[in-house]
């Protein structure tokens, strides 16, 4: 174990720690310290020992060469317990005798606990008198007072000196716990941040389709770095997902990644969320609270349906995004916070900037980096790979054989625009492995109705005419077929889109029987 990882300043925070200092100090004015492995003294503020319980250890931590002493004796004495898993009884450099017990931490010396201040009742004669020459000489100015604090200084008995020990060794054994305690929850958190990483890594996303392929690449590019990202997406393409892949892909992926849905919230209550509130700032706060700016800092805040927002906020918005500054409801003061926000939405907010429903200077530092996610309909070659995805993990919950999707089935699952997205395709596969009960292959008797419905009236599958020339007519009808759908039977986007004349293709609608009121 590393020694900067020995957390020495939480030590007296420790409840069980304080109690034996306080017993220890009340008991014989002894005060107890902890030294490194290298026996620097820790835990000390200001160089200073932890309020000397006796005049004359107070007078010599105060003096320069007095306080250098005692480092000396310190140093002298963890060395020789570095090898030694037994307590130390020794002498300081001015007289005092000191107890002092090694900590080890699984199995490595880390450092010692030890009291001083005390001289033994069966040399305390001879110790008086070492003490207070050296205060003597040290000290010549207060030579009237020495020998009543030298004379007031704790004798411990065996007795005494064995309880001592005790109790100190007790401080040990809380150490020595709360550090494996310590250890055990930083390697907890590893672990989980490490599957975080391994879950949410861009190597486990589903998809090998040329959109997805590019959107891999971008997002490698970008993680790194703290832009300000937009993610733009249809409701279901995983737009939460590809935060989580940023976040856990890039530096901060040690610190929190904090998701808030901007449009679950009316204006006041989406401040008090982000920015927290002070209390009796508003009817009901009735303690402070930490906003989500303050929590995720250091990490990610991922702002989903950041387009439901009012002009008020994005105001404060845009302030906290350009300088990291903002203000807690019910506060004048200024806080700060090191956070990298990933925005998302399912709305045009390009379009809503020209209709004047989104600030245009929000609009800009948002959209520092843009992610369009592709919807399914326009990557139909992740279906099947997506669809395999969904009946694995489908069978890995329910703790069942892998199911798999008979050929008709197949046919209407690839041939449906999926509207609802990732999010809907892993709805439906769900449900048909509950309805197929315990049937190893699914049949499309369990498709839902409105999407083997739907496929029907858009023409359903490419079928195979026996012909060339069939075949293409089929895959010509079903591109017309879908392309109305997709363009709202707009045919001049259409025509643009298949590379054809608008004549051409008003032609070819009316030949496949597609007609319908439209521009």
């Known amino acids: 174990m590393a020694e900067q990882h020995v957390r020495w ?48 250890c107070k007078a010599i931590t105060e003096n320069g060469k007095g306080f250098d002493g005692c480092r000396g004796t310190a140093r002298t004495t963890t060395a020789a317990l570095t090898n030694s898993k037994g307590v130390k009884i020794s002498a300081c450099h001015a007289g005092f005798s000191t107890v002092s017990v090694p900590i080890r931490v699984n199995g490595q010396f880390v450092g010692t606990v030890f009291g001083d201040g005390f001289v033994l009742e069966e040399t305390a004669a001879q110790q008086r008198i070492a003490i207070k020459q050296y205060m003597e000489r040290t000290f010549p100015e207060q030579k009237n007072e020495i020998t009543t604090w030298v004379n007031e200084l704790p004798a411990l008995s065996a007795k005494d000196l064995d309880y001592l020990t005790e109790l100190v060794n007790l401080v040990v054994d809380e150490i020595v716990m709360t550090h494996k ?28 389709s040329a959109p997805m392929q ?122 700060k916070s090191n956070v990298r926000v990933i925005a998302a939405t399912n709305r045009d907010l390009a379009k809503m900037v020209k209709d004047g429903t989104f600030r245009e200077d929000l609009f800009y530092r948002l959209n520092v980096i843009n992610v369009t996610v592709p919807p399914l309909r326009e990557r139909r070659d992740d279906i099947k790979l997506l669809t395999d995805h969904f009946l694995a993990a489908y069978a890995k919950h329910s703790n069942k054989p892998v199911k798999t999707i008979g050929t008709e089935c197949m046919e209407v699952v690839m041939n449906y625009d999926w509207p609802g997205n990732v999010r809907e395709l892993e709805n439906e596969v769900e449900r048909l492995c509950v309805l197929a009960g315990d049937d190893k292959e699914i049949s499309s008797e369990y498709i839902s109705p409105r999407i083997s419905n739907l496929v029907k009236s858009n023409g359903g599958s490419i079928k195979f005419a026996g012909s060339l020339k069939g075949t293409m007519e089929e895959v010509e009808k079903q591109m017309i077929s879908e392309g109305l759908v997709k363009h709202r039977y707009n045919r001049s986007r259409l025509a643009k889109e298949l590379g054809m004349s608008r004549a051409s293709l008003i032609s070819k609608i009316s030949k496949y029987g597609l007609d319908k009121t439209g521009s």
């Open 9 to 56: 300043d939480e030590f007296d925070k420790i409840h069980v720690i304080r109690k034996l200092r306080e017993i220890v100090g009340r008991w014989w004015k002894i005060q107890l310290n902890f030294t490194d492995q290298k026996g620097l003294l820790r835990g000390v503020p200001e160089g200073k020992f932890f309020n000397p319980l006796n005049h004359v």
């Open 181 to 208: 305690t310590i250890n055990d929850q930083e390697d907890t958190v590893k672990d989980l941040r490490s599957q975080l990483t391994n879950r949410y890594g861009f190597h486990n996303m589903i998809g090998k």
């Open 214 to 335: 590019n959107l891999y690449r971008l997002l490698e590019r970008v993680a790194a770095s703290d832009a300000t990202i937009l993610v733009q997406g249809e409701n279901g393409t995983g737009k939460e997902l590809i935060a989580k892949a940023i976040h856990y892909s890039s530096n901060r992926k040690k610190n929190r990644l904090i998701p808030v849905n901007c449009g679950a919230f009316n204006d006041n209550l989406l401040e008090s969320e982000l920015f927290g509130h002070m209390k009796g700032s508003f009817t009901g706060a009735m303690k402070d609270k930490k906003g989500l700016f303050e929590e995720a800092d250091g990490g990610t805040l991922f702002m989903d349906e950041l387009g439901e927002t009012s002009m008020a906020m994005q105001v404060k918005l845009l302030r906290v995004l350009q300088d990291g500054t903002y203000t807690p409801v019910g506060s004048s003061q200024v806080r």
